[in-house]
């Protein structure tokens, strides 16, 4: 899985009729080494908005969250993220009075 943000969505008039009904969203990988974050159109299963952050499965995983092995998508929106915690641990020393 992958942390992104959305940034955008997707209108496309003329497309693949598997496709009839999918909202499509662009989107940001958040965290990552590179210089450049991926940015990337992903299918939403959850309805998920702009400036959310979100978890994207890619592969046959995404296909999988959209009910169909047979669905021209490589990524999907599986989740909208409501807190993170990351560190907790580090975070608890910084604050311990010696």
Do not use: Y
Not at 1 to 6: A, R
Not at 13 to 30: C, D, R, S, W, Y
């Amino acid at each position: 899985m992958l942390i992104c943000k959305v940034i955008g969505h997707v209108w496309a008039t003329k497309k693949e009729e598997a496709l009839e009904g999918i909202k499509l969203m662009v989107v940001q990988e958040t965290k990552t080494n590179q210089k450049t974050p991926s940015v990337f159109v992903a299918a939403d299963r959850v309805g998920a908005g702009i400036g959310e952050d979100v978890l994207v499965v890619s592969g046959s995983t995404a296909r999988r969250a959209l009910g169909r092995d047979d669905l021209p998508v490589d990524c999907a929106i599986v989740g909208i993220i409501d807190t993170m915690e990351v560190e907790k641990e580090a975070a608890q020393q910084g604050n311990k009075k010696p």
